[in-house]
């Protein structure tokens, strides 16, 4: 993760941080997150029904491709210099635009679009988290990630 003084953080909005590296979302991890959510719904885990299916394929849990933003954020979010922890402080806003189908390259984009100290030492970031299919004009989803930083 990228550190920065804390009196720095502003210049950092508006802008884009960067992009994480591809990643695969196989049907390995598609039913690792139905058994742990308990969303078996068929779309997601029957490969022979999902084919029949306007996507052709199973596709990953909205919220599946959704908990990717943690990892896929951790090396390009700016976060201030003494960070003692940074907890997820919830979402603005989320639109689901297209499914991830099984097999697709995922990536994430990050733009910081706001810095807000809550309290003393309690700094609120706000991003854009765009959720890019490998081939894809359409994005998977843009949502507004909150994250509360502790210095």
Same mark, same amino acid.
């Given at each position: 993760m +990228?550190?920065?003084?804390?009196?720095?953080?502003?210049?950092? !909005?508006?802008?884009?941080?960067? %992009? %994480?590296?591809?990643?695969?979302?196989?049907q390995e991890?598609?039913?690792? /997150?139905?058994?742990?959510t308990?969303? #078996?719904?068929? @779309?997601? *885990?029957?490969? $022979?029904k =999902? =084919?029949?299916t306007?996507?052709?394929?199973t596709?990953?849990?909205? /919220?599946?491709?959704?908990s990717l933003?943690?990892?896929?954020?951790?090396?390009i979010?700016?976060? +201030?210099?003494?960070?003692?922890? *940074? $907890?997820?402080?919830?979402?603005?806003? !989320?639109?689901?635009?297209? +499914?991830?189908?099984?097999? %697709?390259? $995922?990536?994430?984009?990050?733009?910081?679009?706001?810095?807000?100290?809550?309290?003393?030492?309690?700094?609120?970031l706000?991003?854009?988290?765009?959720?890019?299919?490998?081939? %894809?004009?359409?994005?998977? #989803? @843009? =949502?507004?990630?909150?994250?509360?930083? /502790? *210095?």
């Amino acid at each position: 993760m +990228p550190y920065v003084p804390v009196a720095e953080l502003k210049d950092y !909005v508006g802008k884009e941080l960067g %992009s %994480s590296e591809w990643l695969t979302i196989d049907q390995e991890r598609i039913n690792l /997150f139905a058994e742990a959510t308990g969303d #078996y719904q068929f @779309i997601h *885990v029957d490969p $022979v029904k =999902a =084919a029949q299916t306007p996507f052709g394929s199973t596709i990953a849990h909205g /919220f599946l491709s959704l908990s990717l933003i943690p990892k896929l954020m951790e090396d390009i979010l700016i976060l +201030p210099e003494g960070l003692k922890m *940074v $907890v997820n402080y919830g979402l603005d806003s !989320v639109r689901f635009i297209q +499914p991830v189908k099984v097999n %697709s390259k $995922v990536r994430l984009k990050v733009d910081l679009t706001e810095v807000t100290e809550k309290k003393p030492g309690q700094w609120l970031l706000k991003a854009t988290a765009t959720l890019e299919i490998e081939g %894809s004009d359409k994005p998977a #989803y @843009i =949502a507004e990630p909150l994250s509360l930083c /502790f *210095v």
